[in-house]
């Protein structure tokens, strides 16, 4: 049967009677007040066999079903609700196996429409998915499938027989939104809401697994009207009657389920992001951020083709190399960005903040604009806010472009089982860990420096970063939470995070030694002023996690030896280490004051000064001491921590 299509079908006038919706899902919580009669049910999972199990616990211990299930409830009360649980109790994750089966079991016991708040961005699993989608519609069952919160190629989500869902700001009871040409053609309401749960009885929550709750809930209204319309009528009805109102998409959600491939020895991508697509780079602005990517390219898997920078600095025509005190690297500083970016692929985009309140401009949108405008894919060491700049990204994706930055999301939190992030994990690999008496004085080339002695000498290196560029150097984790915080957990969450990542780190990549590096200081200069500026607390959090079994302490030419000798004693007293080695960079830094305020002036130091300083803390600490600029500072930097724990 076809029902005409209707602009103004009214969606309070049905309640979903007498139609089955199921859930894919953790289960449905029957005994929520919110959620009432369940139907009926099934558990589907992968025996140890590998075979296929169906089993009737499909009762929700997880809590995400359940908040499904009551938004379907609340729009549509009188439908049948089954539950079809394919999660374990443990995580949100499934074999995609399991999910085919789950359909299919779907179509077989008569269901009218399939609720998957879920999804894979595996292709391994299309062929098998695109067929049960189709033995679905065959079977005139409406299958409504979130997007990705990261808006990355989902399955089946972008399926044409699929209503694919994402998160939008669609406030209303019956309010959502049709894209047109886009591969996601609907968003509902996926910003935070209140939503069923298992303990507590509610929580706020967002994401696309919502977004496409709301939407099964409105199909079974329309099936309600005409139970036995296709799935091109139903689509139709949804496009005439979408929302006029604008609504906004969003990225700041919670976890999407997604679906396992079948079981690896080790993950994929640790960090969650491969750059492999970055082929030649140019970098804007020449920030000191930028400086280790010139320095250390012999580390990098990318060319870096060109270094843009604005010409009020002066530093426009010299050669990037000289500038940051190194041989010419035969790259010549320009002003015009489109000019160098026609030799790169990509564009590694710096701070451009203080760009912004100079010019009165918003910078980053404006580069963001011009390199995708010229093609150019982007990686940004600040991240770049999908709900600020959704236009952006849709530029991207028809392109076909990347936008990347690095960002610790809450999503990979969840995603750790809280059994596994209940106690901290043990690993029988050396943990050598940079700290800093304070910012600016060399602690990422500290970690760039032994990084690249270790590997020549033969040894395996697994590494942590708290620099947002780590990420471009390939370590195994970048922990964003210095200047401009790229962390989207909380501060509590950061030392069981911290310690399983490098336990998984160790077990998968089975590294020689692990070098981890913190930001700033690990106490501030003086507690009466202020002491919760800086980063002082989440590096305290930071040597919790990732528990060094060695410093090394990275120090400034004026500091004063109590303060140097208070951070040794707070970092081996908090910690489990040993602080074994004092590094510092050539530069002294002079501190000028005038008109009340005070200015940090750095300047080179000289070969005797620097012998001076460095004799002056073995002889005071009892503690080698090197500098880190020439090669046998850097001879004995490494000598310091091979002997140091060849004698552990």
């Known amino acids: 049967m076809v029902i005409a299509v209707m602009g103004d079908f009214d969606f309070s006038a049905y309640t979903g009677q007498g139609v089955k919706v199921a859930v894919v899902d953790s289960g449905i919580a029957s005994s929520h007040p919110d959620i009432g009669k369940v139907n009926g049910g099934v558990r589907i999972q992968i025996d ?28 549509a009360p009188d439908v049948q609700l089954y539950s079809v649980k394919i999660f374990d109790d443990a995580s949100l994750s499934a074999k995609g196996e399991v999910l085919v089966e789950a359909i299919r079991w779907c179509v077989d016991n008569k269901m009218d429409v ?53 998160a939008g700001r669609a406030h209303g009871k019956y309010a959502y939104l049709y894209r047109e040409n886009h591969s996601i053609e609907f968003a509902a309401r996926g910003d935070l809401q209140r939503v069923c749960w298992l303990h507590p009885r509610y929580i706020f929550m967002g994401g696309t697994s919502f977004a496409a709750a709301h939407l099964t809930a409105l199909v079974a209204l329309i099936l309600q009207k005409s139970p036995q319309t296709d799935f091109n009528n139903v689509k139709q009805i949804l496009i005439a009657n979408a929302s006029h109102v604008e609504t906004s998409l969003i990225r700041n959600a919670t976890r999407w389920p997604r679906l396992s491939t079948p079981p690896i020895s080790k993950p994929v ?22 400086h280790a990517l010139i320095r250390f390219r012999d580390l990098l898997k990318f060319e870096i083709v060109g270094v843009v920078d604005p010409i009020g600095k002066g530093l426009v025509g010299r050669d990037a190399g000289e500038v940051i005190g190194i041989e010419s690297v035969r790259l010549k500083i320009g002003h015009k960005l489109t000019q160098i970016l026609e030799q790169a692929d990509t564009l590694i985009l710096g701070y451009v903040d ?39 990204f849709e530029m991207a994706r028809m392109r076909r472009l990347r936008i990347a930055f690095p960002f610790i999301s809450p999503e990979e939190l969840r995603g750790i089982p809280p059994e596994q992030l ?22 990422f080339t500290t970690q760039l420096v032994l990084r690249r002695m270790l590997l020549a000498v033969g040894y395996k290196v697994a590494q942590v970063g708290s620099e947002h560029q780590s990420e471009l150097f390939g370590f195994d984790l970048t922990f964003p939470y210095g200047y401009a915080s790229a962390v989207g957990i909380p501060m509590r969450a ?31 200069y003086d507690f009466s002023a202020s002491p919760l500026t800086g980063y002082t607390l989440p590096s305290l959090a930071f040597l919790f996690g990732t528990r060094p079994d060695a410093y090394i302490l990275t120090v400034n030419s004026i500091d004063p030896d109590e303060y140097i000798q208070d951070t040794i004693d707070a970092l081996e007293a908090l910690g489990k280490g040993t602080t074994i080695l004092l590094t510092m960079s050539d530069r002294q830094k002079d501190i000028r004051s005038w008109h009340g305020t005070s200015r940090v002036i750095p300047r080179q130091m000289s070969s005797d000064e620097m012998s001076s300083k460095l004799d002056h803390l073995e002889d005071r600490f009892g503690i ?12 004995k930097l490494l000598k310091t921590v091979i002997e140091y724990f060849a004698a552990k």
């Open 48 to 75: 140890e066999q590998g075979k296929i199990r169906f089993t009737q616990d499909w009762f929700d211990t997880v809590g995400h079903g359940t908040a499904c299930a009551g938004i379907i409830r609340k729009k």
């Open 114 to 166: 399939v609720n998957l708040s879920l999804g894979t961005n595996s292709r391994r699993l299309v062929p098998a998915l695109v067929e049960v989608c189709d033995y679905a519609e065959e079977n005139r069952v409406m299958i409504i499938a979130a997007e990705d919160n990261r808006s990355r190629e989902s399955y089946p989500a972008t399926f044409p027989n699929v209503f694919g869902v994402t």
């Open 269 to 290: 991508d640790l960090n969650c992001k491969k750059l492999d697509w970055i082929k030649k780079a140019a970098i804007y602005p020449f920030n000191k951020e930028m």
């Open 354 to 392: 203080q760009l912004s309140r100079i010019w009165d401009r918003n910078v980053l949108k404006e580069t963001l604009e011009k390199a995708l405008g010229m093609g150019k894919h982007i990686y940004s060491l600040t991240p770049v806010d999908y709900s600020t700049y959704p236009e952006i």
């Open 422 to 443: 209940s106690s901290p994990k043990q690993i029988d690999v050396p943990v050598v860990g940079v700290f800093g008496t304070g910012p600016e004085q060399g602690k």
């Open 494 to 524: 950061y030392v069981p995070y911290l310690s399983y990542k490098i336990w998984e780190i160790c077990r998968y990549r089975r590294p020689d030694i692990v070098i981890v590096g913190a930001q700033s200081g690990i106490i501030p």
């Open 624 to 635: 080698p001491a090197t500098e880190i600029a020439s090669q046998k500072g850097q001879e």
